[in-house]
Nanobody, 131 residues
Framework: QVQLQESGGGSVRSGGSLRLSCAVS????????????MSWFRQTPGKEREGVAA????????FYADSVKGRFTISQDGNKNTMYLQMKSLNAEDTAMYYC????????????????????WGQGTQVTVSS
């Protein structure tokens, strides 16, 4: 059984920063070893869930949506089996519920920023950016 727990959401002014965390609980799983993609998605009411950033366990290769490149940084801590999303220069368009997800990673391929690439999801953490 895989459990993902997000934390770190909140309210921030435009231009501010937040760091989200996603703790992974799964028997035999370690971020030190390859084989998985970990990702962050976000969703606002009435819109589809969109991929924001992803990271491959083990090697730590990262992938970003164009909308967040240069502002968001995804990382992982193998000691804690926790993934992070450091968000800077936030604006109102970043307001959303943020979800972390885990899926398989095929060697040599990128980690997708599409929902169908992921099997397990957290409950989400709300980020609200005000002007």
């Amino acid at each position: 059984q895989v459990q993902l727990q997000e934390s770190g959401g909140g309210s921030v002014r435009s231009g501010g920063s937040l760091r989200l965390s996603c703790a992974v609980s799964a028997s035999g799983f370690s971020m030190y070893y390859a084989g998985y993609c970990m990702s962050w998605f976000r969703q606002t009411p009435g819109k589809e869930r969109e991929g924001v950033a992803a990271i491959a366990t083990g090697a730590g290769s990262t992938f970003y949506a164009d909308s967040v490149k240069g502002r968001f940084t995804i990382s992982q801590d193998g000691n804690k089996n926790t993934m992070y999303l450091q968000m800077k220069s936030l604006n109102a368009e970043d307001t959303a519920m943020y979800y972390c997800a885990q899926g398989p990673h095929r060697y040599g391929s990128s980690c997708p920023l599409m929902i169908r690439g992921y099997n397990y999801w957290g409950q989400g953490t709300q980020v609200t950016v005000s002007s």
